[in-house]
């Protein structure tokens, strides 16, 4: 049996849409039927420039959801047709951040076969995915597999990055989201649920920007000309300036804008991976600015989001593709084209 997936071979390299066999769950595993897999712009850094030290060819997509399809042997405590999420980076399982659930952070990631679906190993755009541990499934309720697949990654994260700032975000304060694609649309909804800060939504496109207006941000600003964003943004904060500030995109142009925003004793988060650099001395941060890179999020943490997302406090705004047209997904959302979320949708009709 052979089911269509679409493909990371080299770096470098378009993807391809090819027949792969279906897997088959070996002692442990858990096959997973697909009812989502989410678009997202690591994607595409894996495609220029491959996953870590893994080779491919694999099958893309590291955010997915769907059914149990099948157990291996001695699998217990789930069934088939159970929903789940996928959680996305997979640890060793057994260190000290595996075991607070933070696989993310996993002590031996550089020496696994893979980190998750998508990096280094088959991942989720396909109709079936092999998922080696039941420990990575969590259960969805009544949340639909192909809105929940998001949540993975796109809420996951952002969730986790303002986790670790919430202690800046009094109401007094402001939080300032820079990029609002897939992940920041999510940042803008989870500030908005988490704190009572106000929301600051920066970008270069006009839609995005007026998407999360909607969302709850409380003042937009496009960055195309950085020094009057710069201007509007401290009018609006004050010289306090920004509590926290969230950069999802990371390229040069990005930090050099949060490095102007973010005010003293704050913090500076870095989530995209965009090849930025931000020169560290006592003089180029403010003062008691800490800056932080974190990487994706828990399963705890995915539990909280799942919650979140259960009782219709965020939501993913998705748009939904075959998997044939994931080569056009993931060039449109190279050429910034993608509002909200792409999802890959094993048996769209
Ligand atoms: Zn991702
Ligand atoms: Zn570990």
Redesign the pocket.
């Known amino acids: 049996m052979t089911m269509k997936a679409v493909r990371f071979t080299v770096p470098g390299a378009p993807p391809v849409v090819e027949e792969v066999a279906i897997p088959e769950p070996g002692p442990g595993q858990v096959l997973v039927r697909i009812g989502g897999a989410g678009v997202c712009h690591s994607d595409l850094h894996v495609l220029d420039h491959g996953a870590m030290h893994f080779q491919g060819p694999f099958t893309l997509g590291h955010e997915n959801a769907g059914w149990v399809a099948r157990l291996g042997a001695g699998v217990t405590g789930l069934k088939e047709g159970d929903p789940v999420a996928v959680f996305g980076f997979w640890?060793?399982?057994?260190?000290h951040?595996?075991l607070q659930s933070m696989?993310a952070y996993?002590?031996?990631w550089e020496s696994l076969p893979n980190n998750g679906g998508g990096i280094g190993t088959d991942g989720g755009m396909a109709e079936y995915m092999l998922v080696p541990s039941p420990r990575l499934l969590i259960p969805l309720g009544s949340l639909a597999p192909r809105e929940a697949a998001p949540l993975t990654d796109a809420a996951l994260t952002p969730y986790h990055a303002i986790k670790r700032g919430l202690h800046l975000l009094t109401p007094d304060a402001t939080a300032v989201v820079i990029g609002v694609g897939g992940l920041g649309h999510m940042a803008v909804q989870l500030l908005r649920v988490l704190c009572g800060a106000r929301i600051v939504a920066v970008d270069v496109d006009d839609r995005k920007l007026e998407h999360a207006r909607q969302l709850g941000a409380d003042l937009v600003v496009n960055s195309r000309n950085a020094p009057e964003a710069i201007e509007t943004i401290t009018g609006f904060t004050g010289r306090r300036k920004a509590a926290l500030v969230l950069d999802f995109v990371g390229i040069q142009p990005t930090l050099d804008l949060a490095v102007h925003l973010v005010g003293r004793n704050s913090q500076l988060t870095v989530v995209g991976v965009g090849g930025g650099t931000i020169p560290l001395t006592q003089w180029t941060l403010p003062f008691g600015c800490s800056v932080c890179t974190p990487l994706w999020g828990s399963r705890a943490e995915l539990m909280e989001v799942i919650a979140l997302a259960q009782s219709g406090r965020i939501h993913v705004d998705a748009s939904y593709f075959s998997i044939e047209q994931g080569p056009q997904v993931l060039q449109d959302l190279r050429e910034g084209k993608v509002v909200g979320r792409g999802v890959l949708v094993p048996d769209l009709v």
Request: hydrophobic share 10%; glycine share 18%.
């Open positions: 640890g060793c399982g057994h260190c951040a595996c696989e996993c002590e031996n």
